[in-house]
């Protein structure tokens, strides 16, 4: 039943309940410590006293020689000088009758006489009064009896008594205002986490723009605040080119399939019979069908770059050959434009990590793009460097360009500067999203610098591979 209450509560109350019944227990062994500690230090006083007591009664009649009744009644004026309060001293002969007794509130009735061949030491209880016993015999000549001093100890048992609930009171005091302090401590140190549980909340009633406001602090706590809001700007950012994707997509995808409708209504309605309609339709139809099968292949290619790497491990490669056997391919399939190519700066024992066809593909990207906007005749450069720590690969048209203000949105999806005329040459605006994930991917940076109406430059860069790493042939 505890353990399910328990179990109920939030946190804050969790670490304070747990926090105070820690600091009863260690209250409670420490006060119980310190209390036997000064309880055993007192009676070992208490002790001392009567035991110093003792040793002067004896010294003193053992100088009493020969020692007898009389001189032991004489003596009461020391034996008044010596005793104390709530003490009695007590003179007895050999057969235990008391000669002479001394007492400061202190009753004769509590203790009975008794002598002793050996001194002792007892503790005792008179109903509720805790007493000292101390008999010691006295043997001086031919005197044989015993001196008994008894102590009440009552302002002993007064004064533990009060330690005991000064310490009680003062225990019950700390844990209280030790509870107090940790639930405010508690509840100080839980804010962060409060906050990341109401942005949680928000975010499942408003949207993933809702935030966990943070107070500047550095520590654990806060630290995961910042990792949730950076978390959840990502996946709003993800959530958005999501969205954009899908509508990009569907908007790619049903213009040709729009087209493709149309021709085939028109066919059907009036087009059977006719030579130049159906010719017409067909040819509109297939290119249709051309492009929608390029946007299917290429949507495709963009799956395949953003999950290929879990399958496939990264080779070793020195890039220049297959650098030049990719733009020799190339250049065979468009040879209305001039290609310069100049890759060997790279060097025979210049090596990078990367996945073959994904650095084949990339650079296909890059020329099909350069020949795409480029008009027939124009020079289109391809060159290659190893600089201090990376590789640079850069591919430079003479092309129509790209606004300024259209450079920032040219590796998003489905995007393309003159939307008319790319459609008219076939592109879909995903071929520089393919390349800059996979070009990532392997660890690279992609970028393009580029002047309206004069050309554009897409420059790639790739870490180095030294041959110390390598375990094996390089492709």
Request: hydrophobic share 40%.
């Amino acid at each position: 039943m505890v353990r399910q209450w328990v179990a109920g509560l939030t946190i804050k109350w969790k670490m304070v309940l747990w926090s105070s019944f820690m600091l009863i227990v260690l209250f409670t062994a420490y006060n119980f410590a310190q209390y036997a500690a000064v309880n055993q230090w007192m009676v070992k006083q208490e002790k001392a006293s009567i035991q110093k007591t003792m040793t002067q009664l004896v010294d003193y009649f053992q100088e009493k020689i020969p020692l007898n009744d009389t001189k032991i009644k004489s003596s009461a004026n020391f034996l008044e000088k010596l005793n104390e309060h709530n003490q009695l001293i007590r003179i007895l002969d050999e057969h235990g009758i008391p000669i002479i007794t001394i007492t400061d509130q202190m009753p004769e009735s509590y203790v009975t006489p008794q002598t002793v061949d050996r001194e002792m030491l007892l503790s005792l209880w008179h109903y509720e009064d805790h007493l000292l016993v101390m008999r010691s015999p006295l043997i001086s000549g031919d005197f044989r009896g015993t001196i008994e001093i008894v102590n009440n100890l009552e302002t002993f048992d007064q004064f533990t008594a009060m330690i005991f609930w000064v310490m009680i009171l003062a225990g019950c005091g700390s844990v209280l205002l030790s509870a107090l302090g940790g639930y405010l401590l508690v509840k100080q140190f839980l804010k962060p986490v409060q906050s990341l549980a109401d942005a949680i909340r928000n975010v499942k009633q408003k949207g993933l723009h809702e935030r966990v406001e943070q107070h500047g602090d550095k520590d654990e706590l806060s630290r995961l605040a910042a990792l949730f809001n950076d978390l959840m700007s990502e996946l709003e950012t993800s959530f958005k080119q999501q969205k954009q994707f899908v509508e990009d997509a569907s908007h790619e995808l049903r213009t040709p399939i729009s087209i493709i409708k149309g021709h085939l209504s028109l066919l059907d309605r009036w087009g059977k019979s006719d030579p130049q309609i159906l010719d017409k339709s067909l040819t509109a139809s297939l290119q249709e069908l051309n492009r929608l099968e390029g946007i299917v292949q290429e949507l495709l290619a963009l799956s395949r770059s953003e999950n290929e790497l879990l399958a496939e491990e990264i080779t070793l490669l020195k890039p220049e050959r297959l650098l030049e056997r990719t733009v020799r391919r190339f250049t065979v399939l468009h040879p209305k434009m001039q290609f310069q190519v100049d890759l060997s700066s790279i060097g025979e024992d210049t090596m990078i990590r990367m996945i073959p066809h994904h650095l084949e593909q990339v650079l296909l990207i890059l020329l099909d793009n350069a020949v795409k906007y480029s008009k027939e005749g124009t020079t289109i450069a391809i060159s290659g460097r190893r600089q201090t720590d990376a590789l640079i690969v850069e591919v430079h048209d003479q092309g129509i360009g790209i606004p300024p203000e259209d450079l920032p949105h040219v590796f998003d999806r489905f995007y393309r500067v003159d939307k008319a005329r790319s459609r008219e040459q076939g592109g879909t605006g995903l071929g520089l999203a393919i390349a800059k994930r996979l070009v990532e991917d392997n660890g690279g940076v992609i970028s393009i610098a580029s002047v309206w109406q004069q050309g554009t430059k897409v420059s790639l860069s790739f870490p180095l591979t030294s041959f110390k790493d390598l375990k094996f042939d390089p492709v």
